[in-house]
């Protein structure tokens, strides 16, 4: 089944204890983003990136990191997290930047 | 940046009621797409629509590239289309990133 998987699909964690959040894709998808989605403010690209290696910021990467090492995989990591970074995060992935995108399913996270 | 707007913002109808969605952008915008995420929160791509109508079923979109604006049709309404629709673009000119509306929240009552 073409599928985008996230984990973990929930997550409560504390003030600076680093963390990632996975992301899988099994279509051959060069083109993977990050967004979070916060009440009021929609959808907000975090970072996105076009294929292997080729990572670019979006509109709030402050406070994340990704890497692109394999085309299946998008990992998000949160160094330092912080209480404003709790927040629903999906991942998405489609052929082309200008394909029709495919969400995973979602990860809360709590930061305390 | 582009802004997006939709309306309205939230809409309640009656199983079996017809409605209209509405998507207006700031400027031109490639790749119009149009979301629906339900109550659980799980989001699903209804249409790749840059311009012209698509049908699926009981939704259709319709997007006027030229006056950038994108419809989306639901005919007679179900509980299970209830959630938030989203319609997304990237600004013309080789933007990278997909801006998403706010969303109209839609509640269908049996």
């Known amino acids: 089944e073409a599928q985008v998987t996230q984990n973990p699909r929930y997550l409560i964690t504390v003030t600076g204890k680093k963390l990632t959040v996975t992301c899988s894709q099994n279509?051959?998808?060069?083109?993977m983003s990050w967004y979070r989605q916060d009440p009021g403010l929609g959808l907000r690209q975090i970072y996105y990136?076009?294929?292997?290696?080729?990572?670019d910021k979006g509109d709030v990467p402050e406070g994340y990191k990704v890497s692109r090492k394999e085309k299946r995989n998008f990992p998000l990591i949160l160094e330092s997290p912080s209480p404003n970074q709790t927040s629903l995060y999906f991942c998405?992935?489609?052929?082309?930047?200008?394909?029709?995108?495919?969400f995973g399913p979602g990860t809360r996270l709590l930061v305390l | 940046g582009i802004q997006v707007e939709q309306s309205p913002p939230d809409l309640i109808l009656q199983e079996g009621a017809n409605s209209t969605l509405r998507c207006n952008f700031s400027?031109?915008?490639?790749?119009l797409q149009w979301f629906h995420q339900n109550p659980w929160g799980q989001l699903i791509n209804l249409f790749y629509?840059?311009?012209g109508t698509k049908q699926n079923g009981r939704l259709s979109a319709t997007t006027v590239a030229t006056e950038r604006y994108s419809l989306l049709y639901i005919s007679s309404s179900q509980t299970t289309d209830s959630g938030v629709y989203f319609c997304a673009g990237r600004a013309q000119g080789g933007s990278e990133k997909l801006v998403f509306g706010k969303g109209t929240k839609l509640t269908v009552n049996p």
């Open positions: 400027d031109s915008v490639n790749n």
């Open positions: 279509m051959n998808h060069e083109y």
């Open positions: 629509i840059p311009s």
């Open positions: 990136s076009m294929n292997v290696e080729v990572t």
């Open positions: 998405a992935s489609s052929f082309s930047r200008g394909e029709t995108q495919y």
